[in-house]
């Protein structure tokens, strides 16, 4: 078993990489840019009569790909965090915004609630006052 590494150029894939930029930059929060070689790794299995060869992986980066991979994936791991604190610095401002809202909703109820209890109780003192008067008064009529 062997296996076979092949640098290739980016600009010599021709389409393909292309394709492979466009579908990169429709992942949102990555910003990934095209490395200039790509290393293709093959398996080699098999004889020499009846060889089979198989696509391992595929990594940016010629020569010093295992770097270049690290890198990449450091980066990647890195825009996921930023990507990740963003949204959650987001999520958390909105329920923050929630939180108020729902608040002032709460106090504007209570103090509408209030205010009716008070008119209530206002009320009820008016009437109870306008009864004692009218006692008073028809028992202090003379009769004629």
């Known amino acids: 078993d062997y296996d076979l590494r092949l640098d290739v150029p980016s ?16 992942i949102p929060g990555l910003n990934l840019a095209m490395p200039d070689v790509f290393s293709f790794v093959f398996k ?28 990449t ?20 401002k909105q329920a923050e915004q929630q939180a108020a809202q729902a608040k002032q909703q709460a106090e504007q109820k209570a103090k509408e609630a209030a205010d009716k209890a008070k008119k209530a109780a206002q009320d009820a003192a008016d009437k109870a006052k306008k ?6 008064k028809d028992l202090f009529k003379l009769p004629h």
């Not at 600009?11 to 429709?26: F, I, M, N, R, V």
């Not at 098999?46 to 991979?69: D, E, I, R, W, Y």
């Not at 994936?73 to 958390?92: F, S």
Request: charged letters at 25%; a positive charge; glycine letters at 10%.
């Open 44 to 71: 080699v299995k098999g004889t020499m009569a009846k060889p089979q060869v198989t696509l391992s992986k595929v990594v940016p980066g010629g020569s010093s790909g295992s770097g270049a991979n690290t890198n």
């Open 73 to 92: 994936v450091q980066d990647l791991k890195k825009q996921a965090e930023d990507l990740a604190k963003q949204k959650a610095d987001e999520a958390k």
């Open 131 to 136: 009864d004692a008067e009218q006692k008073a």
């Open 11 to 26: 600009k010599e894939l021709g389409s393909a990489a292309s394709y492979a930029q466009g579908l990169l930059a429709k």
